[in-house]
Protein backbone atom coordinates (compact mmCIF):
# COMPACT_ATOMS: atom_id res chain seq x y z
CA UNK A 1 0.00 0.00 0.00
CA UNK A 2 1.38 3.05 -0.78
CA UNK A 3 1.17 6.06 1.91
CA UNK A 4 -0.87 9.00 1.10
CA UNK A 5 1.82 11.35 0.98
CA UNK A 6 2.96 9.67 -2.38
CA UNK A 7 0.11 11.25 -4.25
CA UNK A 8 -0.30 8.30 -5.64
CA UNK A 9 2.33 6.86 -8.48
CA UNK A 10 4.88 9.29 -8.15
CA UNK A 11 5.24 12.70 -6.36
CA UNK A 12 5.81 15.45 -9.43
CA UNK A 13 8.62 18.12 -8.44
CA UNK A 14 8.62 20.94 -10.84
CA UNK A 15 7.47 18.04 -13.85
CA UNK A 16 10.30 15.67 -12.72
CA UNK A 17 8.84 11.95 -11.31
CA UNK A 18 10.70 11.69 -7.77
CA UNK A 19 10.46 8.02 -8.65
CA UNK A 20 12.39 8.23 -11.70
CA UNK A 21 14.88 10.51 -9.99
CA UNK A 22 15.67 7.95 -7.07
CA UNK A 23 15.52 4.93 -9.56
CA UNK A 24 18.60 6.73 -10.92
CA UNK A 25 20.63 6.00 -7.06
CA UNK A 26 22.76 2.78 -6.47
CA UNK A 27 19.94 1.09 -4.05
CA UNK A 28 18.07 -2.34 -4.13
CA UNK A 29 14.60 -3.34 -4.22
CA UNK A 30 11.50 -1.12 -5.39
CA UNK A 31 10.27 1.96 -3.86
CA UNK A 32 7.93 1.54 -1.17
CA UNK A 33 7.11 4.76 -0.02
CA UNK A 34 8.30 8.59 -0.79
CA UNK A 35 7.36 11.68 0.73
CA UNK A 36 8.21 14.97 1.79
CA UNK A 37 10.17 15.24 5.19
CA UNK A 38 10.05 18.29 7.44
CA UNK A 39 9.80 21.87 6.60
CA UNK A 40 13.15 22.90 5.65
CA UNK A 41 13.18 26.18 3.86
CA UNK A 42 16.37 26.05 2.07
CA UNK A 43 16.44 22.55 0.20
CA UNK A 44 13.06 20.01 -0.96
CA UNK A 45 13.61 17.15 1.23
CA UNK A 46 12.11 13.56 0.86
CA UNK A 47 12.16 10.25 2.53
CA UNK A 48 12.36 7.10 0.45
CA UNK A 49 11.93 3.75 1.77
CA UNK A 50 12.98 1.01 -0.05
CA UNK A 51 14.23 -2.74 0.75
CA UNK A 52 13.47 -2.22 4.53
CA UNK A 53 16.06 0.75 4.40
CA UNK A 54 15.34 4.31 4.38
CA UNK A 55 16.90 7.27 2.79
CA UNK A 56 17.01 11.59 2.12
CA UNK A 57 16.36 12.66 -1.41
CA UNK A 58 17.00 15.91 -1.82
CA UNK A 59 17.19 18.45 -4.40
CA UNK A 60 19.78 21.29 -3.52
CA UNK A 61 18.80 24.54 -3.96
CA UNK A 62 20.76 26.35 -6.51
CA UNK A 63 18.91 29.46 -5.45
CA UNK A 64 21.48 29.81 -2.26
CA UNK A 65 24.25 27.25 -3.51
CA UNK A 66 25.19 28.33 -7.17
CA UNK A 67 27.79 25.54 -6.87
CA UNK A 68 25.87 22.17 -6.13
CA UNK A 69 28.49 19.59 -7.51
CA UNK A 70 31.57 21.59 -5.11
CA UNK A 71 29.07 20.54 -2.65
CA UNK A 72 28.88 16.64 -3.41
CA UNK A 73 32.75 17.30 -4.04
CA UNK A 74 32.88 18.12 -0.61
CA UNK A 75 30.92 15.70 0.90
CA UNK A 76 32.34 12.61 -0.86
CA UNK A 77 36.10 14.41 -0.03
CA UNK A 78 35.16 14.13 3.57
CA UNK A 79 33.09 10.84 3.17
CA UNK A 80 36.67 9.07 1.50
CA UNK A 81 38.48 10.85 4.63
CA UNK A 82 36.71 8.92 7.28
CA UNK A 83 36.44 6.06 5.52
CA UNK A 84 40.07 5.23 5.21
CA UNK A 85 40.82 7.39 8.67
CA UNK A 86 38.61 4.37 10.08
CA UNK A 87 36.71 6.40 12.71
CA UNK A 88 32.74 6.41 13.44
CA UNK A 89 32.95 9.61 14.80
CA UNK A 90 32.46 12.34 13.80
CA UNK A 91 29.49 10.42 12.35
CA UNK A 92 27.66 12.04 9.13
CA UNK A 93 25.19 10.99 6.85
CA UNK A 94 26.26 8.24 4.02
CA UNK A 95 26.33 9.49 0.39
CA UNK A 96 24.36 7.15 -1.66
CA UNK A 97 26.21 7.18 -5.34
CA UNK A 98 24.50 7.13 -8.60
CA UNK A 99 24.33 4.21 -10.26
CA UNK A 100 27.16 6.32 -12.59
CA UNK A 101 28.95 6.24 -9.89
CA UNK A 102 28.83 9.93 -9.25
CA UNK A 103 27.71 11.72 -6.26
CA UNK A 104 24.30 12.79 -7.21
CA UNK A 105 21.97 13.28 -10.51
CA UNK A 106 21.03 15.91 -11.78
CA UNK A 107 17.27 16.32 -13.32
CA UNK A 108 16.23 17.33 -16.88
CA UNK A 109 15.54 20.87 -15.60
CA UNK A 110 19.20 20.77 -14.39
CA UNK A 111 18.72 20.39 -10.84
CA UNK A 112 20.95 18.86 -8.62
CA UNK A 113 19.51 15.76 -6.60
CA UNK A 114 21.28 13.65 -3.89
CA UNK A 115 20.68 10.87 -1.40
CA UNK A 116 21.79 9.57 2.13
CA UNK A 117 21.39 7.20 4.58
CA UNK A 118 18.64 7.56 6.65
CA UNK A 119 19.76 7.91 10.33
CA UNK A 120 17.21 5.32 12.26
CA UNK A 121 16.54 6.00 15.90
CA UNK A 122 17.71 9.66 16.28
CA UNK A 123 15.71 13.12 16.57
CA UNK A 124 16.81 16.56 16.84
CA UNK A 125 15.94 18.74 20.01
CA UNK A 126 14.08 21.78 19.71
CA UNK A 127 15.60 22.85 22.85
CA UNK A 128 18.41 22.05 25.41
CA UNK A 129 16.42 20.72 28.81
CA UNK A 130 19.68 19.19 30.52
CA UNK A 131 23.22 20.11 30.76
CA UNK A 132 24.47 16.81 29.75
CA UNK A 133 22.83 17.63 26.54
CA UNK A 134 25.22 20.91 26.54
CA UNK A 135 27.91 18.62 26.89
CA UNK A 136 27.12 16.34 23.89
CA UNK A 137 26.37 19.24 21.91
CA UNK A 138 30.46 20.91 22.28
CA UNK A 139 31.37 17.25 22.29
CA UNK A 140 30.41 16.60 19.04
CA UNK A 141 31.11 19.88 17.50
CA UNK A 142 35.03 19.48 18.81
CA UNK A 143 34.74 15.98 17.49
CA UNK A 144 33.98 17.01 13.97
CA UNK A 145 36.77 19.89 14.31
CA UNK A 146 39.62 18.27 15.86
CA UNK A 147 39.17 15.05 13.80
CA UNK A 148 38.86 17.27 10.31
CA UNK A 149 41.79 19.11 11.87
CA UNK A 150 43.87 16.41 9.71
CA UNK A 151 41.85 17.10 6.51
CA UNK A 152 43.97 19.18 4.61
CA UNK A 153 41.69 22.37 4.27
CA UNK A 154 42.64 22.49 0.17
CA UNK A 155 41.09 19.12 -0.38
CA UNK A 156 37.94 21.50 -0.03
CA UNK A 157 36.30 24.10 -2.00
CA UNK A 158 34.23 26.54 -1.19
CA UNK A 159 30.59 25.72 -1.02
CA UNK A 160 28.89 28.87 -0.28
CA UNK A 161 31.08 32.71 -1.06
CA UNK A 162 30.62 35.18 1.09
CA UNK A 163 29.21 33.20 4.09
CA UNK A 164 30.37 34.63 7.33
CA UNK A 165 31.54 37.63 5.60
CA UNK A 166 30.71 40.34 8.52
CA UNK A 167 32.40 42.92 6.91
CA UNK A 168 30.27 42.24 3.72
CA UNK A 169 26.79 42.27 5.59
CA UNK A 170 27.84 45.68 6.89
CA UNK A 171 28.20 47.19 3.84
CA UNK A 172 25.10 45.73 2.57
CA UNK A 173 22.97 47.20 5.29
CA UNK A 174 25.11 50.59 4.91
CA UNK A 175 24.15 50.64 1.16
CA UNK A 176 20.46 49.89 1.64
CA UNK A 177 20.13 52.30 4.21
CA UNK A 178 21.97 55.00 2.87
CA UNK A 179 18.88 54.74 -0.12
CA UNK A 180 16.20 54.98 2.28
CA UNK A 181 17.98 58.29 4.00
CA UNK A 182 14.99 60.20 2.54
CA UNK A 183 12.07 57.51 4.64
CA UNK A 184 11.06 58.85 7.81
CA UNK A 185 12.30 55.61 10.75
CA UNK A 186 9.98 54.01 13.23
CA UNK A 187 10.98 53.64 16.56
CA UNK A 188 11.70 49.90 16.04
CA UNK A 189 14.23 51.00 12.76
CA UNK A 190 15.83 53.64 14.36
CA UNK A 191 17.26 51.56 17.50
CA UNK A 192 17.98 49.14 15.59
CA UNK A 193 20.17 51.61 13.42
CA UNK A 194 21.53 52.30 16.74
CA UNK A 195 22.27 49.78 18.02
CA UNK A 196 24.44 48.65 14.57
CA UNK A 197 26.50 51.63 14.46
CA UNK A 198 27.22 51.40 18.35
CA UNK A 199 28.99 48.01 16.93
CA UNK A 200 30.26 48.68 13.70
CA UNK A 201 33.94 47.64 14.72
CA UNK A 202 32.75 44.81 15.65
CA UNK A 203 32.27 43.38 12.00
CA UNK A 204 35.78 43.27 11.66
CA UNK A 205 37.30 41.69 14.45
CA UNK A 206 37.94 38.30 13.02
CA UNK A 207 38.60 38.74 9.49
CA UNK A 208 41.63 41.33 10.83
CA UNK A 209 42.70 38.85 13.22
CA UNK A 210 42.65 35.84 10.18
CA UNK A 211 44.57 38.47 7.76
CA UNK A 212 46.88 38.94 10.01
CA UNK A 213 47.70 35.68 10.34
CA UNK A 214 46.57 35.12 14.08
CA UNK A 215 43.67 32.78 13.17
CA UNK A 216 44.14 29.86 10.68
CA UNK A 217 41.97 28.59 7.97
CA UNK A 218 40.07 24.91 9.43
CA UNK A 219 37.09 22.93 7.88
CA UNK A 220 34.35 24.16 9.57
CA UNK A 221 30.87 22.60 9.66
CA UNK A 222 29.05 26.31 8.71
CA UNK A 223 25.97 25.95 10.37
CA UNK A 224 25.93 23.99 13.89
CA UNK A 225 22.68 24.80 15.13
CA UNK A 226 21.00 22.90 17.52
CA UNK A 227 18.61 21.45 14.82
CA UNK A 228 21.76 19.80 13.08
CA UNK A 229 22.38 17.83 15.50
CA UNK A 230 20.94 14.39 15.76
CA UNK A 231 20.38 12.55 19.17
CA UNK A 232 19.79 9.30 20.33
CA UNK A 233 16.17 8.82 20.99
CA UNK A 234 16.30 8.97 24.75
CA UNK A 235 18.27 12.33 24.01
CA UNK A 236 20.82 11.73 26.18
CA UNK A 237 24.16 11.15 23.82
CA UNK A 238 24.98 13.21 20.38
CA UNK A 239 25.06 10.46 17.50
CA UNK A 240 25.73 12.77 14.03
CA UNK A 241 25.85 16.59 12.28
CA UNK A 242 24.22 17.12 9.54
CA UNK A 243 22.79 19.66 6.71
CA UNK A 244 26.71 19.68 5.82
CA UNK A 245 26.12 21.95 2.72
CA UNK A 246 28.24 24.77 4.08
CA UNK A 247 30.98 22.87 5.55
CA UNK A 248 34.08 24.45 3.62
CA UNK A 249 37.45 26.17 4.43
CA UNK A 250 36.54 29.05 7.61
CA UNK A 251 37.09 29.92 11.18
CA UNK A 252 36.16 27.43 13.94
CA UNK A 253 35.23 30.38 16.19
CA UNK A 254 32.11 30.85 13.60
CA UNK A 255 31.06 27.70 13.83
CA UNK A 256 31.37 27.82 17.85
CA UNK A 257 29.86 30.84 18.04
CA UNK A 258 26.83 29.89 16.02
CA UNK A 259 26.61 26.69 18.03
CA UNK A 260 26.67 29.13 21.40
CA UNK A 261 23.84 31.24 19.44
CA UNK A 262 21.63 28.69 18.77
CA UNK A 263 21.96 26.90 21.69
CA UNK A 264 22.24 29.02 24.76
CA UNK A 265 18.96 31.66 23.86
CA UNK A 266 17.40 30.42 26.95
CA UNK A 267 13.59 30.83 25.41
CA UNK A 268 14.75 29.56 21.98
CA UNK A 269 14.99 31.18 18.49
CA UNK A 270 11.22 31.83 17.53
CA UNK A 271 10.14 33.99 20.36
CA UNK A 272 7.61 36.81 19.57
CA UNK A 273 9.06 39.40 22.58
CA UNK A 274 12.59 40.45 21.42
CA UNK A 275 12.96 41.87 25.09
CA UNK A 276 12.70 38.21 26.50
CA UNK A 277 15.82 36.11 24.65
CA UNK A 278 18.78 35.66 27.10
CA UNK A 279 21.89 33.55 26.76
CA UNK A 280 22.07 30.80 29.41
CA UNK A 281 25.57 31.06 30.67
CA UNK A 282 25.41 27.48 32.35
CA UNK A 283 24.70 25.79 29.14
CA UNK A 284 27.48 28.07 27.42
CA UNK A 285 29.71 26.81 29.93
CA UNK A 286 28.76 22.98 29.59
CA UNK A 287 29.23 23.55 25.69
CA UNK A 288 32.34 24.67 26.03
CA UNK A 289 33.60 21.92 27.91
CA UNK A 290 32.29 19.55 26.27
CA UNK A 291 34.08 21.23 22.83
CA UNK A 292 37.25 21.02 24.78
CA UNK A 293 36.91 17.57 25.43
CA UNK A 294 35.88 16.69 22.19
CA UNK A 295 38.42 18.76 20.28
CA UNK A 296 41.85 18.16 22.24
CA UNK A 297 44.69 20.95 22.38
CA UNK A 298 43.16 21.96 18.66
CA UNK A 299 42.07 25.63 19.76
CA UNK A 300 45.47 28.22 19.19
CA UNK A 301 46.06 30.80 22.48
CA UNK A 302 44.70 33.39 19.77
CA UNK A 303 41.74 31.28 18.71
CA UNK A 304 41.07 31.12 22.62
CA UNK A 305 41.83 34.76 23.10
CA UNK A 306 38.84 35.62 20.23
CA UNK A 307 36.44 33.07 21.24
CA UNK A 308 34.32 35.93 23.49
CA UNK A 309 34.58 37.67 20.35
CA UNK A 310 33.31 35.32 17.84
CA UNK A 311 30.61 34.70 20.79
CA UNK A 312 29.20 38.41 19.98
CA UNK A 313 29.94 39.12 16.34
CA UNK A 314 27.45 35.56 15.45
CA UNK A 315 24.36 37.02 16.81
CA UNK A 316 25.39 40.18 15.73
CA UNK A 317 26.41 39.31 11.87
CA UNK A 318 22.86 36.94 12.04
CA UNK A 319 20.80 40.06 13.72
CA UNK A 320 22.38 42.21 10.43
CA UNK A 321 21.35 40.01 7.78
CA UNK A 322 17.64 39.76 9.15
CA UNK A 323 17.71 43.69 9.82
CA UNK A 324 18.69 44.10 5.94
CA UNK A 325 16.61 41.75 4.39
CA UNK A 326 13.58 43.09 6.08
CA UNK A 327 14.55 46.65 4.67
CA UNK A 328 14.87 44.71 1.13
CA UNK A 329 11.43 43.19 1.69
CA UNK A 330 12.32 39.89 3.25
CA UNK A 331 13.92 38.27 -0.55
CA UNK A 332 16.14 36.12 1.37
CA UNK A 333 14.77 34.72 4.74
CA UNK A 334 11.01 33.40 4.14
CA UNK A 335 8.48 34.99 6.44
CA UNK A 336 4.90 34.32 7.63
CA UNK A 337 4.00 38.05 8.25
CA UNK A 338 5.67 41.29 7.47
CA UNK A 339 7.89 42.82 10.04
CA UNK A 340 8.88 39.28 10.83
CA UNK A 341 12.92 39.69 9.82
CA UNK A 342 12.51 42.95 11.91
CA UNK A 343 11.49 40.98 14.95
CA UNK A 344 14.00 38.33 14.53
CA UNK A 345 16.84 40.69 14.11
CA UNK A 346 15.94 42.23 17.79
CA UNK A 347 15.67 38.91 19.02
CA UNK A 348 19.17 38.83 17.64
CA UNK A 349 20.56 42.06 19.03
CA UNK A 350 18.72 41.37 22.21
CA UNK A 351 20.82 38.26 22.88
CA UNK A 352 24.03 40.32 21.87
CA UNK A 353 23.20 42.54 24.93
CA UNK A 354 22.92 39.65 27.02
CA UNK A 355 26.33 38.57 25.86
CA UNK A 356 27.58 41.93 26.93
CA UNK A 357 26.40 41.83 30.42
CA UNK A 358 27.76 38.66 31.35
CA UNK A 359 31.00 39.59 29.56
CA UNK A 360 33.35 38.42 32.42
CA UNK A 361 31.07 35.20 33.12
CA UNK A 362 31.55 34.32 29.56
CA UNK A 363 35.35 34.81 29.86
CA UNK A 364 35.79 33.38 32.88
CA UNK A 365 33.65 29.65 31.19
CA UNK A 366 35.88 30.53 28.37
CA UNK A 367 39.35 30.12 30.54
CA UNK A 368 38.01 27.51 32.31
CA UNK A 369 37.53 24.82 30.07
CA UNK A 370 40.77 25.65 27.38
CA UNK A 371 43.15 27.41 30.39
Known sequence: MQ???????????????LRAIAAKFDVSGPIDTLGRLG?????????????????ILQRINGAVFPQPE??????????????????????????????DGRPFVRDGDGHVWRLMEFIAGTRTLSRIAHPDQASEVGRILGGFHGTLSELPTERLGISLPGFHDTPGYLKRFTEISDRRRDIPLDADLEEAYSFVAARHTLANVLERARDQGRLPTRITHGDPKLDNILFSADERASVALIDLDTVQPGLVLHDLGDCLRSCCNRHGEGIREAETAEFDLGICARILAGYAEGSGPLLRREEVGLLYEAVRLVPFELGLRFLTDHLEGDRYFRVDEPGRNLLKAQV?????????????????AIEEAFG
Open 70 to 99: QIMANLLTLSEFLRKRGTTEPRLPTLILAR
Open 348 to 364: QFALVRSIERQEREIRA
Open 3 to 17: SQSENRDAIRHDGTS
Open 39 to 55: QGLINDTFRLDTGGLSY
